[in-house]
């Protein structure tokens, strides 16, 4: 009902929905004021209050009084705050510390090896997760730099009081305190226990291994057609690239992209003259002009296809880097405890990852892939306790 009478009431505004969430907005404000109103109304109708701590909204201008009437508080989704001056969506480090040092009181609590791995795996998960997960390509370049650099951020201030710098260092000093062991391979740390390793998440590796047409996303902005000022520079052609455009410049880009079609089409339009004359049995087409750039520009919502493509565009997520098999990678694969060569083709991204950069030294180390006999490890009875709310400390 409320979505109807928002629709109704704010000239066909679409009230969106996701989980308990409620999201509208317009380029027009005034109808985004209006479907608001109607929203409180309808609210107090039916004896409803909305969470005012979750409500907020933002503009971005040059008419702020346009937004007169919409509830203060800021736009977020996890970890991810809307920055009016901006006109993106930034980290709030501030509610990030915050967590970091819940992690950190929640790790220092857990008991065994198993139970801090598993913590920590949870914990990564759920900041990558808020961070956005995946960045797909709407997310500027300036994003992507913010999340390595907050990931970075979480390692510096977890392991800031320890003579360990980061996850797989605390490890080491641990495994030596309590079993006297001081020569494991990091790949030991990162490779799955059904081969006798740890499992620790590599939440770095999920950024860093993502790629845009073959260049890593970390360094996507150094394909940029710039000039030494900074600018763009715009080339003459009348195609427009989409994966050549980064998020920070698709819009504006497209924009210049429109004048440069208008004017391809009216010059079309000037020279194809003599076969609407003939078209016409011979008739003046002189008074006939070719539409306005402003009229144009007002069909690129319903006609101009290349602003669907956009769009479709910016929702995209960037793949991972495939890795090749190299001929001592594809050798590793073949030792293992159980006599079952690995097959490269079945594994996922991440192992393959896994696989490439520390295979070598745990081969080298262990004679295999395999840490630990796969039959001497309990490993259906770990994965339950690791996916039960039983604590792997218990």
Same mark, same amino acid.
Request: aromatic letters at 10%; a positive charge; hydrophobic letters at 30%.
């Given at each position: 009902m409320m979505d109807f009478a928002v629709n109704q009431h704010a000239d066909g505004l679409f009230l969106y929905r996701m989980h308990d969430d409620l999201w509208l907005w317009d380029a027009d404000a005034k109808k985004v004021v209006a479907g608001w109103a109607e929203m409180k109304k309808y609210a107090e109708l039916v004896g409803l209050k909305f969470n005012q701590q979750k409500t907020g909204s933002a503009y971005v201008g040059p008419n702020p009084e346009d937004a007169v009437g919409l509830p203060g508080g800021d736009i977020r989704w996890g970890f991810l705050k809307f920055d009016i001056k901006e006109s993106r969506f930034v980290i709030d480090q501030a509610d990030v510390g915050k967590h970091i040092a819940e992690m950190r009181r929640q790790l220092s609590s857990t008991k065994s090896v198993f139970g801090w791995v598993n913590t920590y795996n949870k914990y990564t998960a759920f900041f990558l997760r808020n961070l956005g997960g995946t960045p797909a390509n709407c997310f500027g370049q300036a994003h992507i730099t913010g999340m390595i650099s907050t990931l970075a951020r979480i390692q510096r201030e977890l392991f800031s009081d320890e003579s360990a710098t980061s996850a797989v260092g605390y490890l080491r000093k641990v495994i030596e305190e309590r079993f006297g062991v001081t020569d494991l391979p990091e790949g030991y740390f990162y490779f799955p226990i059904g081969s006798g390793g740890l499992e620790l998440r590599n939440t770095m590796l999920e950024l860093l291994a993502l790629q845009r047409q073959g260049t890593p996303l970390a360094i996507w902005d150094d394909r940029s057609k710039e000039s030494a000022s900074g600018v763009v520079v715009a080339g003459p052609s009348e195609h427009f690239i989409e994966h050549e455009h980064t998020a920070d410049r698709k819009?504006?880009? @497209?924009?210049?992209?429109? @004048?440069?079609?208008?004017?391809?089409? &009216?010059?079309?339009?000037?020279?194809? &003259?003599?076969? @609407?004359? &003939?078209? @016409?049995?011979g008739q003046d087409t002189n008074k006939e002009e070719f539409m306005s750039f402003e009229e144009y520009t007002s069909l690129r919502e319903s006609w101009l296809a290349a602003w669907g493509v956009a769009y479709c565009h910016m929702l995209e997520c960037p793949s991972m880097q495939p890795v090749e098999l190299v001929p001592k990678v594809e050798e590793a694969l073949k030792l293992t405890q159980s006599g079952s060569p690995v097959v490269w083709s079945g594994l996922d991204w991440y192992r393959k990852w896994v696989l490439s950069m520390y295979g070598e030294e745990v081969v080298t180390k262990f004679g295999g892939l395999d840490a630990v006999d796969p039959n001497l490890i309990p490993v259906g009875m770990v994965q339950l306790f690791r996916s039960s709310r039983i604590k792997l400390d218990q």
């Open positions: 819009f504006p880009d @497209r924009i210049e992209h429109d @004048r440069i079609a208008y004017a391809a089409l &009216k010059e079309g339009w000037q020279l194809n &003259k003599d076969n @609407r004359r &003939k078209q @016409r049995g």
